[in-house]
């Protein structure tokens, strides 16, 4: 079966600091990975994808993923965090027999000025 | 483009009644697909919908059920509501597949509380 271990459950970071965010995958075929964000009242918004091309994914707002098959992980990550990327970030895996979306449980992400 | 519109965004129910949310996708997507957000389980899968027939279930009791109109719109349904209900639905659309084979784009969501 597959799933996903967002292994944090909250992340604070000062504005301009390096974001990291981090996401174990388990399963038992080639995975497509996903980063999701939801802003409070907001509905979610596709961050990036992995679907086995390149290992690193570029996303929008700065946002990056590196695919590590060795690790199991996905984590993301930013250079340099903004006030607005405060919000809730889910590391989202793909079952390929059903072809649904299976979320982690989310890191909610504090940006502090 | 128009994203995806759910209705209502915000609902108070009782214990016993049934609800209907609506879910209209983006233009020319013909996948829809249903969650269910709350604190304790976190995003779980509803159902999928696609060319008006229902492609995919989660694990939920028979009280919650769909279905899809010819133009892509989506409804779901829930009878007997019981106080676990109280949560947000999300409804996502794509163009054909979901997860892997497509993007799927998230409404607002429609917040139900039951009382």
């Known amino acids: 079966a597959q799933s996903v271990t967002q292994l944090d459950s909250h992340v604070s970071v000062s504005e301009g600091t390096p974001v990291l965010l981090r996401c174990n995958y388990s399963?038992?075929?080639?995975?497509?990975l996903f980063w999701y964000v939801q802003h409070p009242n907001k509905g979610l918004q596709l961050l990036l994808k992995y679907t086995s091309a390149a290992t690193l994914v570029k996303g929008i707002n700065g946002f990056e993923a590196e695919f590590k098959k060795s690790e199991t992980s996905f984590h993301l990550t930013k250079p340099s965090a903004h006030m607005s990327d405060a919000a809730e970030y889910f590391c989202?895996?793909?079952?390929?027999?059903?072809?649904?979306?299976?979320f982690g449980t989310g890191t909610r992400l504090q940006v502090f000025p | 483009k128009a994203g995806v519109t759910q209705t209502p965004r915000y609902l108070i129910k009782t214990r016993g009644q049934q609800v209907t949310l609506s879910c209209s996708p983006i233009?020319?997507?013909?996948?829809v697909s249903w969650y269910q957000q709350t604190p304790g389980q976190g995003l779980q899968f509803l159902f999928e919908y696609f060319s008006e027939t229902q492609r995919n279930k989660g694990n939920f009791p028979g009280r919650f059920s769909g279905r899809q109109f010819s133009n892509s719109r989506s409804e779901m349904n829930v009878s007997t509501l019981e106080l676990g209900d109280s949560a947000l639905y999300l409804c996502?659309?794509?163009?054909?597949?979901?997860?892997?084979?497509?993007?799927?784009?998230f409404g607002p969501g429609t917040r139900l509380t039951v009382l």
């Open positions: 989202v895996v793909s079952d390929p027999g059903t072809d649904k979306l299976i």
């Open positions: 233009s020319g997507h013909r996948s």
């Open positions: 399963s038992s075929y080639s995975p497509s």
């Open positions: 996502a659309s794509s163009r054909a597949g979901t997860g892997a084979t497509d993007t799927q784009y």
